[in-house]
């Protein structure tokens, strides 16, 4: 087994394979919007925590982007796990960057709660999905993610009552579980493999090739036929 490497060196040695500056705009963005609750009146500081993880979601879009793709083209090494390791790299990061929004909203009379814990979850795998969707037909993961991200708030802010409130995401785990499967089918459709499936039925326009035991028992015939004849 391999030694553990220490993070400082795994982030230094994925510069270059993460879009790090992208993560690192978008979170000083963010902390700088946490920041403005200190200064202003309570009931527009209420708002900010969450302004603030929508900024971070747009970043995280940006680790769908793969700079290292065509150093790792013949690799057996598929997008999917690519994206994943990525994306071990970009999470844990990211969330250091609530815990920072959460203290300076907190400074400014706004304390945290579970409720932003679970918006920054589903945002960030919803960031993930619209960043791995755009990626593919080769549009930058970060406006991806806005473009999603911001269709999600126009919407949250803009549909009636009524509608919002409306089966299926009339709760906050509705709403939560929903968010969870849209990025689950967004990645599994991004990430997928497009020679995968013609490995498992053959190539078109030619024969499967016979199993192991078939070829094996017809060689053995030709062998028996041919010692026969002679």
């Given at each position: 087994?391999?030694p ?8 230094l040695?994925?510069?270059?394979a ?5 993560l690192?705009?978008?979170?000083v ?7 403005l609750a200190?200064v202003l009146?309570?009931?527009g ?5 969450g302004l603030?993880?929508?900024v971070?979601g ?20 598929t997008a999917?796990?690519?994206l994943a390791a990525r ?5 844990p990061?990211?969330a250091?960057t609530?815990?920072?929004v ?9 304390p ?6 679970r ?5 960030a795998?919803l960031?993930?999905?619209a960043?791995?969707?755009g990626?593919r ?12 991200l911001?269709?999600?708030?126009v919407l949250q802010?803009t ?5 919002r409130?409306?089966w299926p995401?009339?709760?906050?785990v509705?709403?939560?579980v ?7 089918v967004?990645l599994a459709?991004?990430?997928r493999?497009p020679?995968a499936r013609?490995?498992r039925?053959?190539?078109?326009g030619?024969?499967?090739a016979r ?6 028992r017809?060689?053995g ?10």
């Amino acid at each position: 087994m391999s030694p553990a490497v220490p993070w400082p060196v795994l982030l230094l040695a994925s510069r270059r394979a993460l879009a790090w500056r992208a993560l690192a705009g978008t979170g000083v963005a963010a902390l700088g919007l946490a920041a403005l609750a200190t200064v202003l009146p309570p009931a527009g500081a209420a708002q900010l925590p969450g302004l603030a993880l929508l900024v971070l979601g747009c970043g995280l879009g940006a680790t769908a982007d793969d700079p290292t793709a065509a150093l790792t083209a013949a690799t057996p090494v598929t997008a999917r796990r690519r994206l994943a390791a990525r994306a071990v790299l970009a999470l844990p990061v990211s969330a250091v960057t609530v815990g920072g929004v959460a203290l300076l909203a907190a400074a400014g009379g706004v304390p945290p709660t579970a409720e932003l814990v679970r918006s920054w979850v589903v945002l960030a795998v919803l960031a993930l999905g619209a960043g791995a969707a755009g990626s593919r037909y080769g549009l930058p993961g970060a406006l991806s993610a806005t473009v999603l991200l911001g269709v999600v708030l126009v919407l949250q802010t803009t549909l009636p009552e009524a509608v919002r409130q409306a089966w299926p995401w009339d709760s906050t785990v509705e709403r939560v579980v929903l968010g969870l499967l849209l990025a689950a089918v967004l990645l599994a459709g991004a990430t997928r493999d497009p020679a995968a499936r013609s490995l498992r039925s053959g190539a078109p326009g030619r024969r499967r090739a016979r199993p192991r035991a078939a070829a094996c028992r017809s060689a053995g015939r030709r062998s028996a036929a041919s010692a026969r004849r002679g």
